[in-house]
């Protein structure tokens, strides 16, 4: 009996047959992300708890067979592909509320559930909390926790690692993991809810986040600038983030962006416009007045054309222009390249000149977008993949592109995650010795290599993937 | 040749003799800290940068020599007491700063800087570093992060972990750790720079620190605000943190903390009064009046007695007074027990009263003072360690206290750290499983077990500390 059949064998008592999916058929979709990378599973399997999912994982480890989590794959880096087959565990069937205690600013929730869903639960007491990816409508807390998702809101409010208390998990022989606690302080241990929170399924699977909230804002203001070109936007931002009134978001889109809404967006944009600042400010009403003043008077230049939306259905149009982007930009492009570099703030206008040069030598159309307030810049290369000479062009582009945010002492993704796609390019930014010892963490947590493997760090030699 | 000796003869190459000393009379003192245990250690060393700190743990690792990293010994838990003897690395002369800009909110510095010289310093541009701990004029920015340190200003700024960038450190072979970037975003590798700060020098000896700068408020107002028992300070707490304006501080003061400071400060306390809040709110000027007034309501009872400082100078005077206690404390019990426990916020009255109950059938003083917006309680045992019956009734005292606390879904740790003296009740909040994980990552951090030994987890049967 193969591996996998005993493994079967036993998860039978495990889990009830019509949480086991086997036939190709079902678990085809299960191979796939938002990266459009696929592999079949063998088997994918739909766990309610965290027990069920510490069992399944002593199993797989009894019996070597790869695990790969997912939530609803919205992933862009192939995090949740199970490119070794094996195990796919989905995780949405674990989206129960465990504890919602609005007195300690904290909810308990099964990481199944979707992020909007959570955000309608603590609204509904007036909380939020802050990571809010593009895909919010979507994607899991589960998947924001293995990403450290962030999303527009993190220039003020922090990623999620910084809005989360304490995790339930298990490691890769199935044993349980208590990280955090319920409070905002804790110095108990190491820290192992932070080194859950990023690993993409490689060290732990996350089955319950006690998450922090926020306290919903009185108040928000949105405010839209257009600016002649990227350097007068990203000069902008600079002065924005040097004042103290940190905004809740600054997005910034370039021309080539602009371009698309002009197309496809309700958004009214001056043919004079060749970038745009999206600013949004919150706090009490009393201060709200005063506060966008000041993040007013930093944003303006003698050729910026500011205009705070003067209605709740402004505000909705110009943020759902700025979320249609990635999809409108797919389907212009279906295989565009989308990176998601970061650099320093006042490094930003220095990035911006080094792609528009990229751009013009290998002739490839590069449309910027993204969380200016954190650095944080996705970069997509619209591409051609019938077209071998653009492709060429492109992978040279993409590597000239890392090495000038590395100049800039940024780093290679900022919220998207490594998963399978970027893994060659992490050995770049971390050197040697410190990939040794994630290498190292790795090993502790998983040491049969089941949990998602090939995945966030690259390959050793002698565990490469094969083709 | 001893390896001690070896360990000195190659040492002699990377330090100049001046910061290598020996003799008993010199190193006496850097076998202490404020936990007042000690124990001598044989060698003291006075690297100044990153380079001399690499060069000698790989001689140490040769060697197979401990190595104790101490910033100025204001630790209260003896996480700096060199309990094998070997080798304490003073970061005293590693205080430089590397790279400031504010333009990137952020500042580089080696970590022996004191915590007041680099608020000085970043104040001068308009920005501070939020933790702040109590000893804040005398302690390091490696402490602060060997322990994550907090302070009154987590409540709204988060603690270390939150306000820090990236490091640079040296692992227990003597190589280079990058760790994080300069990014307010990344999520390239795992997370080595959570996994370091708390680690108190188990896992690393932290050099250099990219530190995340916050931008000084406008204006602050301090509420005094004075209740007739912990009952109902703690209720108000409670309800000042269920509202939308965070305070930057929500300090609480008991009753025999209150009599302390009849006695030894200049701030008039009513009669009456068998509780004490200090609350400190901050932002723009345009909006504080009506912060201000948001708070003072949340936290008004029928029974309260609230004022805002009027001026600078009442300002001080509070704070001073507040950071005055536990130096007052320690005149009053040299060997007080003082905990550092931390409850969710609605849960500060249950420990209270199980704190009271405590105290009375122990007939033992305990003063409780600290961050009640974290629920960060500093729970102090006034103790005779010359009456052997009082000290049993403390020893089962603390015991309870740390029940109560667990039970409460608490920590036994929010800020001081584990060091020596705490460890043996760190099993009791840490699962044996979650334990063996971070042992496994101490072995991959330190495989010779020499970075401070015997130091923040409790010791595995066989390596146990001989007494």
């Given at each position: 009996?193969?591996?996998?059949?005993?493994f079967?064998?036993?998860?039978?008592?495990?889990?009830?047959?019509?949480?086991?999916?086997?036939?190709a058929?079902?678990?085809?979709?299960?191979?796939?992300?938002?990266s459009?990378?696929h592999?079949a599973?063998?088997v994918?399997?739909?766990?309610e708890?965290?027990?069920?999912?510490?069992?399944?994982?002593?199993?797989?480890?009894?019996?070597?067979v790869p695990?790969t989590?997912?939530g609803?794959?919205?992933?862009?880096?192939?995090?949740?592909?199970?490119?070794?087959?094996?195990?796919?565990?989905?995780?949405?069937r674990?989206?129960?509320?465990?504890?919602?205690r609005?007195?300690?600013?904290?909810i308990?929730?099964?990481?199944?559930?979707i992020?909007?869903?959570?955000?309608?639960?603590?609204?509904e007491?007036?909380?939020?909390?802050?990571?809010?990816?593009?895909?919010?409508?979507?994607c899991?807390?589960?998947?924001?926790?293995?990403?450290?998702?962030?999303?527009?809101?993190?220039?003020?409010?922090?990623?999620?690692?910084?809005?989360?208390?304490?995790?339930r998990?298990?490691?890769?022989?199935?044993?349980?993991?208590?990280?955090?606690?319920q409070?905002?302080?804790?110095?108990?241990?190491?820290?192992l809810?932070r080194?859950?929170?990023?690993?993409?399924?490689?060290?732990?699977?996350?089955?319950?986040a006690?998450?922090?909230?926020?306290?919903?804002?009185?108040?928000?203001?949105?405010l839209?600038?257009?600016?002649?070109?990227?350097?007068a936007?990203?000069?902008?931002?600079?002065?924005?983030?040097?004042?103290?009134?940190?905004?809740?978001?600054?997005?910034?889109?370039?021309g080539?962006a602009?371009?698309?809404l002009?197309?496809?967006?309700?958004v009214?944009?001056?043919s004079?416009?060749?970038a745009?600042?999206?600013?949004?400010v919150?706090g009490?009403?009393?201060g709200?007045d005063?506060?966008v003043?000041?993040?007013?008077?930093?944003?303006r230049?003698?050729?910026?054309?500011?205009?705070?939306?003067?209605?709740?259905?402004?505000?909705?149009?110009?943020?759902?222009?700025?979320?249609?982007?990635?999809?409108?930009?797919?389907q212009?492009?279906?295989?565009?390249?989308?990176?998601d570099?970061?650099?320093p703030?006042?490094r930003?206008?220095?990035?911006?000149?080094?792609?528009?040069?990229?751009?013009?030598?290998?002739?490839?159309?590069?449309?910027?977008?993204?969380?200016a307030?954190?650095?944080?810049?996705?970069?997509?290369?619209?591409?051609?993949?019938d077209?071998?000479a653009?492709?060429?062009?492109?992978?040279?582009?993409?590597?000239e592109?890392?090495d000038?945010?590395?100049?800039?002492?940024?780093?290679?993704?900022?919220?998207?995650g490594?998963?399978l796609?970027?893994r060659?390019?992490v050995?770049?930014?971390?050197?040697?010795?410190s990939?040794?010892?994630?290498?190292?963490?790795?090993?502790?947590?998983?040491?049969?290599g089941i949990?998602?493997?090939?995945?966030k760090?690259?390959?050793r030699?002698?565990e490469?993937l094969p083709?």
């Amino acid at each position: 009996m193969s591996a996998l059949d005993a493994f079967l064998d036993q998860l039978a008592h495990v889990l009830p047959a019509e949480r086991i999916l086997r036939d190709a058929g079902s678990t085809w979709a299960y191979g796939m992300d938002n990266s459009r990378v696929h592999h079949a599973p063998a088997v994918v399997v739909f766990p309610e708890d965290h027990d069920e999912v510490a069992e399944t994982m002593r199993l797989a480890y009894a019996h070597r067979v790869p695990v790969t989590t997912r939530g609803r794959g919205t992933g862009t880096a192939g995090g949740s592909v199970p490119v070794r087959g094996g195990v796919v565990l989905v995780t949405d069937r674990m989206t129960r509320v465990l504890d919602f205690r609005p007195e300690d600013r904290l909810i308990v929730v099964q990481t199944g559930m979707i992020n909007a869903d959570l955000q309608r639960i603590v609204g509904e007491k007036g909380f939020f909390w802050p990571p809010d990816p593009t895909s919010n409508a979507l994607c899991t807390i589960g998947g924001n926790l293995g990403c450290n998702a962030a999303g527009p809101h993190a220039v003020k409010y922090g990623t999620t690692r910084e809005n989360v208390l304490g995790l339930r998990a298990v490691d890769g022989q199935g044993r349980t993991i208590k990280a955090g606690s319920q409070t905002t302080k804790g110095v108990v241990g190491h820290d192992l809810t932070r080194l859950l929170i990023g690993c993409e399924g490689t060290l732990g699977v996350i089955t319950e986040a006690t998450l922090k909230l926020t306290p919903l804002p009185e108040t928000r203001r949105l405010l839209r600038a257009f600016y002649p070109d990227m350097h007068a936007a990203s000069a902008a931002v600079s002065r924005v983030m040097a004042q103290p009134a940190t905004p809740a978001a600054i997005e910034f889109i370039d021309g080539n962006a602009l371009d698309l809404l002009r197309k496809n967006s309700a958004v009214e944009i001056p043919s004079s416009a060749g970038a745009m600042l999206m600013i949004e400010v919150d706090g009490d009403e009393s201060g709200i007045d005063a506060t966008v003043e000041r993040v007013v008077s930093a944003a303006r230049s003698p050729e910026a054309d500011i205009a705070v939306a003067q209605t709740a259905e402004e505000q909705a149009r110009l943020w759902a222009a700025r979320k249609a982007l990635s999809p409108t930009l797919r389907q212009v492009a279906p295989k565009k390249i989308n990176e998601d570099v970061v650099v320093p703030v006042s490094r930003i206008p220095r990035l911006i000149e080094t792609l528009d040069d990229i751009a013009t030598r290998h002739a490839i159309t590069i449309v910027s977008f993204g969380h200016a307030g954190n650095g944080n810049i996705h970069v997509n290369l619209l591409v051609d993949p019938d077209d071998p000479a653009q492709m060429a062009g492109a992978e040279q582009a993409l590597d000239e592109v890392f090495d000038a945010v590395l100049r800039l002492d940024g780093t290679l993704s900022g919220e998207h995650g490594i998963g399978l796609v970027k893994r060659e390019f992490v050995s770049r930014e971390i050197p040697p010795d410190s990939l040794d010892l994630m290498r190292g963490i790795k090993a502790v947590f998983d040491p049969a290599g089941i949990l998602n493997p090939h995945k966030k760090l690259p390959d050793r030699p002698d565990e490469a993937l094969p083709s």
